[in-house]
């Protein structure tokens, strides 16, 4: 634990970078700062994807300037390197936007919130991660009509509970940050007011039912009194035995349990593998090996899990590549190190030929805030509720008490960073009329889905 002595020192020492990389710099965001062309940036990122699903990827990257930012995190990582960061490192999401954020178990059955994706985790300049969620809040809240004033208080929000919550976690000894979560019973308690206490009550009780059990109907359907995945092309479909993705996959979950522990290997025991399904997911994932796994126990009882390919970070071009040789094992610590609990059953391998893959329960308690319930005093709301949870998964593998002596106490990092938010939101929706051009152009293909009933 650090004694008031060495926490006066961290401060003092943080303080004095602000005479190299003020917090006013933070705000800084120009065109001319740019190095990459979007579009190659984007394109480079498509290589060695399934290029089927690549229409599907533009397509659902086309839908709105925040939808484009969620699908080309590549092309603000390397934007981010380009503008004054302190040094200070943290294990860092990576690909932090608001979509990230939402709801799972941990092993005592509780329902945590936190940052539910790290396909581009690495250690990295928590500057990277601040500052893209920020403009995520910045373009969503333009979508949803917010004036440039409204906007700027809800990423200000997040900004402020970032800051505010990182100087709490500073007082902590590790070991007590370590232990802090950020679950459904904290943030029932600590809600502002009657309507987001029961919007909160109601957020946990649809978490708890989001078990294995409630996939059949969406999921998986029952034929001839068996499950099976239910074929829904291009984005689930069932794979046949044999099939040289089923076989890729099946070699992955056959060594995958070789990097979990003893008993988690000994709870995977009591299931059966019955079949796999290619499933698509997301928006930057969209073209990458994803696939879901249905395991059933001796009495029947469904196990869903997830194989999905990791890749290199976005992050290695521009912070150092990953100290583990193997992609899903950088995934699996950096998720480990941010979360405040992970899923019993994360773990990771290669196929025979070499593609690199992490694993993961499905679905166990797993939600998210619904995109179209973020407005008003829901938005502002959740704005501070992922600031809360950046701080502490920032704290948790960081140094909390420097980046807090550099943060400060005042409002300028919030104003520097709303500011940075703004700027940047501009560049992506110029950008994202770059990308719309090209569609239009017939450059870049792209397959738009039907509104799901």
């Not at 498509?46 to 089927?52: D, I, K, T, V």
């Not at 590549?74 to 503008?83: I, K």
């Not at 059949?216 to 034929?223: D, I, P, T, W």
Request: aromatic fraction near 8%; include cysteine; proline fraction near 4%.
């Amino acid at each position: 634990m650090k004694t008031d002595a060495t926490r006066a020192a961290a401060y003092a020492e943080a303080r004095a970078l602000r005479s190299k990389v003020s917090r006013s710099s933070h705000a800084v965001w120009k065109p001319e700062m740019r190095r990459a062309d979007p579009m190659q940036t984007l394109l480079a990122t498509s290589r060695n994807r399934l290029e089927y699903l690549l229409p599907l990827r533009y397509g659902r990257m086309s839908a709105s300037p925040f939808t484009y930012m969620r699908g080309c995190a590549a092309m603000m990582a390397a934007d981010l390197a380009a503008v004054p960061a302190t040094g200070l490192r943290v294990q860092a999401c990576g690909d932090c936007h608001l979509g990230n954020f939402g709801a799972f178990a941990s092993p005592e059955r509780r329902v945590l919130f936190d940052v539910i994706d790290f396909d581009e985790t690495l250690p990295a300049p928590w500057e990277f991660d601040l500052k893209r969620l920020a403009t995520s809040f910045t373009l969503a809240a333009r979508e949803k009509g917010y004036d440039r004033r409204r906007a700027r208080e809800v990423t200000l929000a997040m900004v402020r509970s970032y800051r505010q919550h990182l100087y709490e976690y500073a007082q902590m000894a590790p070991l007590d940050i370590w232990y802090a979560i950020i679950d459904s019973e904290v943030l029932i308690r600590t809600s502002p007011n009657a309507s987001t206490r029961r919007r909160r009550v109601q957020f946990e009780k649809r978490a708890r039912a989001r078990s294995g059990e409630s996939l059949l109907g969406r999921l998986l359907v029952k034929r001839n009194g068996r499950l099976q995945f239910r074929d829904q092309p291009p984005t689930i479909e069932r794979l046949r035995r044999g099939s040289k993705l089923e076989t890729s996959f099946r070699s992955v979950l056959e060594r995958y349990p070789a990097s979990v522990a003893e008993d988690r290997r000994t709870l995977l025991s009591h299931y059966r593998l019955v079949e796999l399904a290619f499933k698509v997911v997301g928006v930057g994932s969209v073209g990458t090996r994803c696939a879901v796994a249905l395991y059933l126990s001796e009495g029947g009882e469904p196990l869903v899990l997830q194989i999905k390919e990791a890749v290199p970070s976005v992050l290695g071009p521009h912070v150092g590549n990953s100290a583990f040789a193997h992609e899903g094992q950088r995934v699996v610590v950096g998720q480990r190190l941010m979360q405040c609990a992970s899923d019993i059953f994360l773990g990771w391998a290669s196929d025979d030929e070499g593609r690199e893959y992490y694993v993961r329960q499905l679905r166990d308690m797993k939600t998210s805030v619904p995109y179209e319930t973020l407005v008003g005093e829901v938005l502002y709301n959740f704005a501070g509720m992922c600031g809360w949870v950046l701080a502490r998964a920032h704290s948790k593998a960081g140094d909390a008490a420097r980046l807090s002596g550099y943060l400060g106490r005042s409002d300028r990092i919030d104003e520097a960073v709303a500011d940075f938010a703004h700027a940047y939101a501009d560049q992506c929706e110029r950008d994202y009329e770059i990308f719309t051009r090209a569609i239009r152009a017939g450059r870049i293909p792209v397959q738009i889905e039907r509104a799901k009933r």
